[in-house]
């Protein structure tokens, strides 16, 4: 499963004939191996490297075990994760392991099937997530998870829900960090913006979908789209939407926008936090002047 030194049980190497008293002395400071946990040694004195720690976990934590949290992810392709750099585990209920140095054990009476990812038995990603976010250091950093496992279609938000619901003493700020995501939000700015636009007392707003215009051609993938009275908001960043291809895409979305009568609102992310009364003053007066002109001629597919 590594490439390197070997990660193996000292009692497989007892099995091998090397006695106890000589892998004590050669795991000795300064000794040509490492004793990464109890019972589990890396042949070479060297620091471990991620997939070395995660074999000598599931080592430790023996068979049926399996790996959760931000490491599963991380095999999944996850990429918007928080610096947690322990080896997270899933162990059954019943089994007296605890964690110890770089590993997290999480006894539970609900273990999921695994995958295997790289030879790792590894949690679904709905448990992966929910078990990362539950120890995600800020809440930001869980939404963030949540919304890039939906986006990229990793699982359904429904998954997440219900992975939330059956965890009976799951902290209550997941359940309502997963509200914009059910929504249809893709990022922790579109989840304030849900948070912000639900407090706006407008019409219901709906999150990502396509608009296209009377003939049938593509207008535009708003961040937010009230379709009552056709209005776009997006969420523009200065940095994504400022420079080279992207500031040119930003400009011909734009421009689609006018020339099919669509009214469009663009707010700075850092803004939602910032002047939130601001923005909503600006959705309203947004939503007014859309209500006041014809309804223009565009739909949703």
Known sequence: ????????????????????????????????????????????NGEPTDEQRIEAGL??????????????LRRYGLRNLPAIDDVHLLVPAERGITSTGFVHVERTRRLPAPRIRSGVPTAPVPRAVIDAARRAPDLDAAVAMMAEAVRDRHCLP???AVE??????????????MMPILGGAHSVA????????????????????????????????PDGWCDEVALAWEIDSRGYHSEGDHFR????????????????????PSRLRSEPDEVRAELKAAFESARRRPRPDVRLR
């Open 190 to 221: 579109e989840a304030d913006a849900w948070n912000l636009w639900a407090r706006s007392g407008l019409p219901e707003l709906q999150w990502n979908v396509r608009v296209f215009d009377a003939a049938g051609r593509f207008v535009a993938k």
């Open 249 to 268: 895409a930003t400009l011909a979305r734009n421009a689609r926008y006018t020339a099919a009568g669509v009214v469009v609102l663009q707010t700075l």
């Open 59 to 72: 080592l430790h934590a023996r068979e049926g075990s399996m790996l959760t949290g931000v490491s599963a």
């Open 158 to 160: 429904s998954a997440l």
């Open 1 to 44: 499963m590594t490439n390197g030194p070997i990660v193996i049980g000292v009692k497989r190497l007892e099995e091998l004939g090397v006695p106890r008293r000589t892998i004590w002395r050669r795991c000795e400071p300064g000794g040509v191996w490492r004793m990464l946990l109890p019972g589990v040694v890396l042949l070479g």
């Open 164 to 177: 939330i619901e059956e965890r009976s003493r799951i902290d209550e700020r997941l359940r309502w960090a």
